[in-house]
């Protein structure tokens, strides 16, 4: 197979190619692939000869700032040609609605991960003076790459907030961007061990993955879960599971937290008018601000800070915040 110019995506990568009548058709493996992705093939008459004449069309102020393994690399773009290429070639590839395009950010800078044949694999989208990333992008709609190569980056950017980018990291350390395509493999039975979604969610402590309400609802009981994000969830008004990190239903439906419920970290019932009793055991901080509370049962533990603020129990008790033991044991009395 021979290292050619795709005539879409302008980068010299193994070509794949067809004659029909007098037309001849060149593009690279993934701009081929019309049955995947509604990809513009070029039609035309020669095939383009010279590696000077193709040389010419392929920017050369790139610069590699991370060798990576397998023949992988982070380049810099460091001209608005290669940008604004950069974009067209990307945006075409996704189906995201998702995509913070790079044209929307023409002062940032713009990192590509290439393969060893140069073909852009994700675009990511940095300002360099927040220190924050703005967008990612990745070729057919987030293809899986390992996540090693984008840590590297964030490393080197000494990226600590991630923003507001959805990804979900499987068990074999691969990585998914994009809700839509993360929601997909989930249902495929693909196990993650981290997810960070702009959505409700349950994780599994098996790596089974339920996004969005109707899916939570239909988790069996005896499933032990991970995290848990029920946001707003009106429909959700009983709780039975054991959640072994952070438990976060603000605003939702809940009314009941069944006696077999466990959390082991954090919990948040923020404003949940419909709760009115917790005697449930909560490993971390316990945070039911504005919350319908009005008892805290005998069984109820707490491992760090109780925040009952803004509840009809701290009315009757006059505790807003509880951190010592006594504190969080007053909270059980009985007031009349």
Known sequence: MKIRLCLICKIKSPLKSNYKGAFYYQACLLCF??????????????????????????P????????????????????????????????????????????DHDHDII??????YNIRHVSVNYNPVTKKINGIQARVNAE???????EELFSMLEIKNRGEIDYAITKESKLYIFKDTIKQESE???????????????LAEDG????????????????????VIIKRCKNITEWNHKVTG???????????IGSDAYFGSFVIILDCKGITEWNNKVEGTFYAKW??????????????????????????????????????????????
Not at 111 to 116: I, N, P, Q, V, Y
Not at 144 to 150: P, R, V
Not at 191 to 199: A, D, L, M, R, Y
């Open 291 to 336: 919350s319908g509370l009005t008892t805290i049962g005998p069984n109820a533990e707490f491992g760090g800070d109780v925040d009952i603020s803004g509840t009809p129990l701290s009315k009757s008790c006059g505790i807003e915040y509880a951190k010592t033991p006594e504190q969080k044991q007053n909270l059980k009395i009985k007031r009349t």
């Open 188 to 202: 495929k039975g693909v196990k993650f061990k981290k997810v960070k979604i702009k959505c409700n969610y349950a």
């Open 60 to 103: 050369q102020s790139n610069s590699t700032v991370i060798i990576l393994k397998h023949g992988y690399r982070w380049v810099k773009l460091n001209s608005q040609e290669a940008k604004d290429l950069e974009y067209n070639v990307m945006k075409h590839y996704s189906n995201s609605v998702d995509f913070n395009g790079l044209k």
């Open 208 to 227: 089974s993955l339920f996004i969005g309400e109707e899916r939570i609802k239909t988790i069996p009981d005896d499933v032990v879960l991970k995290d």
């Open 246 to 256: 952070h438990f976060n239903a603000s605003y939702s439906g809940l009314t009941t």
């Open 33 to 58: 692939d019309k049955n995947k992705y509604s990809v513009r093939i070029v039609v035309w008459f020669v095939l383009i000869k010279g590696d000077k004449k193709m040389n010419n069309s392929i």
């Open 111 to 116: 990192f590509s991960l290439r393969d060893k």
């Open 144 to 150: 899986i790459f390992d996540i090693d190569s984008l």
